[in-house]
């Protein structure tokens, strides 16, 4: 205490302010420790993060929703009778989105089933037709046998008058006959010769006229043999164009080929249409799938089949979506451009590429939160899972 007591106050001040030096350098020291402690433990974790689970995922932001979009066009013209459905309106694959004017399309119809039936009852006209011409077949043998009677009597009748001119001409030598007997006598052969001839050609017309009725048989024939009313040629003809037209008919009602959510109408009622012409699209919601665009250094292990969590920015982190990669695109977005880049140009820079991956998504996920074309998408791929 006596050498306390002889301590001057600027010792004392000295010794404090060394204490409190000496305990403010260890509390640095701690301090210093502590974040090289934290710093060597957050590198532990993150060397352990990408180790273990870093390095099986890959991730990008640079994704969207996309769809095959269905083109709504009419199989047939005419003008537009009535419009059922606008824009942003959702309709269910079958719903009636517009009807055309079908009074050309009935009146054509209608020309049409009368064709068929005119088809039809030429048919069993034929048909009929074909007893008619056996019989005229049979009505020409007639004719030929009584042609050859005939010609057989002209023969006859020429074999007399040649008798008889040899005989006259015989006795007038004699005087027996008069010239006047003699001229009656050429004139008798001249004449059954002439008959005779006229017989051979009515055989021969009998004959041609056969084979015209054979030919007309025949042709008959070869239009009605295997063949029914129903099955005939013509008919089966007359009958296409009456299934067209009335085809024509149920195509004045243009419905929606798929589900989904109407955009890009165009038409309005009153305009006439042509075949083929847009009309309007849907968009089917429940059929989306997501283009993400990864890096191409990020896509050395991604693999068809594998899994990835989506989120979209139109609902944000509260709502996650899991689908499966299904493939790659045949090439980079750059190369299909309008576009290329031309990188063979001597100020060349390389850019990294991006590569679209197809991923589908889950229908039951999709149909409790419905998404739009063209939304942004975050993707990550699970690489340790197929």
């Not at 055309?100 to 030429?122: G, T």
């Not at 009656?184 to 009725?213: E, K, L, N």
């Not at 030919?215 to 009958?239: C, E, I």
Request: charge should be positive; avoid cysteine.
């Amino acid at each position: 205490m006596a050498m306390l007591d002889n301590t001057s106050p600027e010792k004392l001040a000295e010794v404090e302010a060394a204490e409190k030096a000496k305990k403010a350098k260890g509390a640095r020291k701690k301090a210093l420790l502590g974040i090289a402690s934290v710093v060597v433990l957050g590198g532990l974790g993150y060397g352990a993060y990408d180790i273990f689970i870093g390095s099986q995922h890959v991730s990008t932001d640079n994704a969207y929703v996309g769809a095959y979009t269905a083109t709504v066009t009419p199989m047939i013209g005419g003008q537009v009778a009535d419009v059922g459905v606008s824009d942003a309106q959702t309709v269910r694959k079958g719903d009636i989105l517009f009807r055309i004017d079908a009074s050309d399309a009935r009146i054509a119809l209608a020309q049409a089933v009368a064709d068929l039936a005119k088809m039809r009852r030429q048919f069993v006209q034929t048909a009929s037709s074909g007893k008619a011409l056996g019989s005229q077949v049979g009505a020409r043998d007639a004719d030929i046998a009584r042609a050859r009677a005939q010609l057989v009597a002209a023969a006859a009748d020429v074999a007399k008058a040649q008798v008889d001119f040899q005989r006259r001409q015989t006795l007038a030598r004699t005087g027996a006959v008069s010239g006047d007997e003699l001229t009656a006598a050429t004139r008798a052969r001249a004449s059954a010769q002439a008959a005779m001839a006229t017989a051979r050609a009515g055989v021969a017309q009998a004959q041609a006229t056969r084979q015209s009725a054979e030919g007309d048989l025949a042709a008959n024939r070869a239009l009605t043999s295997g063949v029914t009313a129903s099955t005939s040629p013509d008919v089966l003809a007359a009958q296409a164009r009456v299934d067209q037209a009335r085809l024509d008919v149920s195509r004045t009602i243009v419905r929606a080929p798929v589900g989904g959510v109407v955009t890009r109408r165009t038409i309005q009622v009153g305009q006439r249409l042509a075949i083929g012409a847009p009309a309007m699209m849907i968009v089917p919601t429940e059929q989306v799938f997501v283009d993400a665009n990864f890096k191409e250094g990020q896509l050395a292990k991604v693999r068809p089949g594998q899994r990835v969590t989506l989120k979209s920015d139109l609902y944000g982190s509260s709502v996650v979506y899991h689908g499966h990669v299904t493939g790659f695109s045949g090439g980079t977005g750059s190369s299909f451009a309008l576009i290329p880049a031309q990188n063979a140009t001597g100020n060349w820079i390389k850019v990294v590429q991006r590569l679209p991956v197809r991923i589908a998504l889950d229908a039951r996920e999709l149909a409790q939160n419905p998404l739009r074309v063209g939304l942004s998408m975050e993707a990550d791929v699970d690489l340790a899972k197929d």
